[in-house]
C-alpha cells in the first residue's frame, strides 16, 4: 500500500472553490476516469457499482444518481428499469459523456449539469425512490464529509419508503486503516454524521459487506471488502 494511501494523502487542496472542477479536463479511457490529476473512478469497481445499483432501483420509480463518472453504476441502474434516471454531473467533459448516454438509453434519462447540492435547490418535494450519490471530493476539507452535506439536502426529497445509499471510497480507503471492522468504522464515522444530517435513527438501517478486487496499483483503495450503506425513509 502506498504512503499516501496510509496518510491520508489524496492530492486535494485545502479550501479550493468547487466550482473550478467544471472546466477541468478529463483524462478517460475504457478503464479510467481521472480529472485535475485525480483518480476518480475505475474499472475495477463495476461489481461494487451494480450491487449499489440493485440496492437503490429495489422501488422501481424515479432514481436520481449524483456522478455520472465512467457511467458503471448508471448502466447498471437502467438495467432495472428505472421509470426516470435523473443524473448529476459536475465535470463537463463528462457530462457530454452523459449525453450520448442519454442518447442511447432504454430508459428516460434526465442529465443536469451541475454541483449536486446546488442542482437539489431546483427540487422542493418529495419525488425520488432511490438516490444513489458517488461524487469525488472537491477538496481536501470535504473529503470525508461531503456525502454528508448531499444527504441532509436530498434526504427530504426522499420518498416514503425510498432508498438512500452512498460511496466514497476516497475516504474509506483511508479510514479503514484505522478501524478492525467495517461496522466500528460506520458507527464511529459515518453515524453520527448521518444523525447530524437529519436521518432518523429508525432509517438507518446498516451496513452491506461486498468483496472487491482492486488492482495493486489503485491510489484510492486497497481493501479486499467495501461498505454499502443503506438509509430507508420510514416516515
Known amino acids: 500500500m502506498s504512503e499516501k494511501l496510509k496518510s491520508g494523502y489524496q492530492g486535494l487542496k485545502k479550501s479550493v472553490d468547487p466550482k473550478r472542477w467544471s472546466k477541468q479536463k478529463a483524462l478517460l479511457t475504457d478503464e479510467k476516469l481521472a480529472i485535475e490529476g485525480h483518480p476518480v473512478m475505475e474499472r475495477w469497481e463495476t461489481p461494487y457499482m451494480k450491487a449499489f445499483a440493485e440496492l437503490v432501483t429495489r422501488n422501481g420509480g424515479h432514481i436520481l444518481e449524483c456522478g455520472f463518472g465512467l457511467g458503471i453504476s448508471a448502466n447498471a441502474i437502467q438495467s432495472y428499469h428505472p421509470e426516470e434516471h435523473t443524473i448529476i454531473e459536475a ?3 463528462v457530462f457530454k459523456r452523459l449525453i ?13 449539469l451541475g454541483l449536486a447540492c446546488e442542482v437539489l435547490e ?3 418535494e418529495p419525488k425520488f425512490d432511490g438516490i444513489f450519490y458517488d461524487t469525488y471530493p472537491l477538496n481536501a476539507d470535504e473529503q470525508h464529509t ?4 448531499f444527504i441532509k439536502k436530498s434526504y427530504p ?3 416514503k419508503g425510498g432508498i438512500l445509499t452512498y460511496c466514497n471510497l476516497t475516504s474509506t480507503g ?3 486503516n484505522k478501524y478492525d471492522s467495517w461496522k466500528q468504522l460506520f458507527n464511529e464515522t459515518q453515524l453520527p454524521h448521518l444523525l447530524e444530517a437529519g436521518v432518523p435513527e429508525n432509517d438507518i438501517k446498516g451496513i452491506v459487506i461486498f468483496k472487491v478486487s482492486p488492482p495493486s496499483d489503485c491510489l484510492y483503495f486497497q481493501h479486499k471488502t467495501a461498505m454499502i450503506p443503506i438509509l430507508i425513509k420510514d416516515v
Open 91 to 93: 465535470n463537463e467533459d
Open 146 to 149: 461531503h456525502q454528508f452535506t
Open 157 to 159: 426529497l426522499l420518498k
Open 122 to 124: 431546483s427540487f422542493n
Open 174 to 176: 483511508v479510514l479503514k
Open 100 to 112: 450520448e448516454f442519454q442518447q442511447t438509453a432504454a430508459h428516460k434519462v434526465t442529465p443536469i
